[in-house]
C-alpha cells in the first residue's frame, strides 16, 4: 500500500500517521466536551432546585406561607409562631411542627407559657397535647401523618409566667401531600445517555 507523505512546515509526515493523529485529537476533544456538559448539569442542578423548586414565585410564596406563620391568639394577649418542617409536609415523613410563644408588643420570645396543641382533621381531633409548661418559650411538635388533605393545628395558650390566664387559641392551616414516588435523578441520565455517545462514536470510527 502506497503512503502518501504530507509536509508540515519543514517536516515530511506519513498520511495515515496524520490521520491517526487527527481522529485521536478529535475523540478526545470530544470525551472532554462530554465530560464538561455532565460536569455543567451536575453542578448546575442544586442551585436550579433551589431556584425553581415549586416552579413559580407565586408557587414559592404560598408555601412560604403555609411554613412560616405567626397569629395573634383570639384574645389577643399573645402572639404565635408556627414554623413545619419540611416545608411541604407529606404522607412519607415525619412533620416537625416548631412553635413560638412571642411577646405581641415587642415580637420577642416569651418565656414560661403553659399550652395545650391540638391537630384536627375537619371537625375530627386526631392528636392532642395535654397542658405542658415550656421554660423557653419555643417547643417542637413531631407527627406523622397519614393522609393527605388539610388540617388544623391549634395551640391552646392557659399561663404567661405561671399566671393561669383564660384559654385563648391560635389556629393554623397545614396542607398535606402524598407520599410521591422518588424521580430518575436527571444526572445519572445525562451520564448514560454520554457514555452511550462515546460507545457509538468508537464504532464509527473503528
Sequence with gaps: MKISLIKIGK??????????????????????????????????????????????????????????????????????????DPAKPNTSNQTKFSISFLNKDSGLIQQHIDYKVFIKKG?????????????????????????????QIVVEVDGILFQPITPETATFTVGVESASAPEFPFAILVLLVSVASVIAFNKIRK
Design 11 to 84: 517536516n515530511l509526515i506519513p498520511s495515515n500517521v496524520l490521520n491517526h493523529v487527527i481522529v485521536t485529537g478529535v475523540k478526545r476533544l470530544a470525551l472532554i466536551g462530554i465530560a464538561s456538559v455532565i460536569l455543567s448539569v451536575v453542578t448546575a442542578m442544586p442551585s436550579y432546585e433551589q431556584i425553581c423548586y415549586g416552579c413559580d414565585d407565586s408557587s414559592r410564596s404560598k408555601n412560604n406561607a403555609q411554613q412560616n406563620q405567626v397569629e395573634l391568639t383570639d384574645k389577643g394577649s399573645i402572639k404565635v409562631g408556627f414554623y413545619t
Design 123 to 151: 371537625t375530627d381531633q386526631i392528636f392532642g397535647i395535654p397542658v405542658t409548661h415550656t421554660g423557653q418559650g419555643s417547643v417542637t411538635v413531631p407527627f406523622q401523618f397519614t393522609d393527605a388533605r388539610t388540617y
